[in-house]
């Protein structure tokens, strides 16, 4: 199944949220490094990301973007296993 913009942001805000560089990022959310490059920039506009020393790192706003995210997303889950 593929992931949409969401699933994609929460996946680099989880990975980047004690820090991260952008290989870990890559690695760490399965992503390319093209891709990547798109999501952070978006992210640190929009204030989710900020970026030290070659290191990203969530800010409090893309903490509430992953709460916010996993609130929305559990019940959704579990009605997909409820279905299967």
Do not use: W
């Not at 969401?6 to 004690?18: E, F, M, R, T, Y």
């Amino acid at each position: 199944m593929r992931r949409n913009d969401l699933d994609i942001c929460a996946d680099i805000l989880n990975v980047a949220q004690s820090g991260a560089r952008k290989t870990q990022i890559v690695y760490q959310a399965n992503l390319n490094f093209k891709i990547v490059k798109r999501y952070l920039e978006r992210l640190t506009n929009g204030g989710m990301l900020n970026s030290e020393e070659s290191r990203f790192y969530t800010t409090e706003k893309g903490v509430a973007f992953i709460e916010n995210y996993r609130a929305l997303i559990s019940p959704m889950k579990a009605m997909e296993v409820a279905q299967d």
